[in-house]
């Protein structure tokens, strides 16, 4: 299972992301855990600035940060760690 956390400003724009998240795992018949926070501590922890929203940190690894990615983006990147990459 892929733990997946979502760092946002605000909700506004995480639900289209979560979305696209879901249905990137769902294609690949993968388990994961969305988790979505504004709380920022988290962002000083990983040294992220807020102005980066949103970021997408799979397994404890920041994957992208800055814009929002497509889906199949998202379905590259996440097939890729669950081969390994």
Known sequence: MLKIDI???SYENCE???SK???AA???NLEVTVNK???FTAF???AINPSQT???IING???FAGRTPELDVISRRLAEIQRGY
């Open 26 to 28: 769902r294609l690949l």
């Open 7 to 9: 760092l946002v400003k």
């Open 37 to 39: 926070t504004s709380n």
């Open 54 to 56: 949103p970021v997408v």
């Open 44 to 46: 000083s922890a990983l």
């Open 61 to 63: 690894h920041v994957e």
């Open 21 to 23: 998240i879901n249905l």
């Open 16 to 18: 289209k992301l979560e």
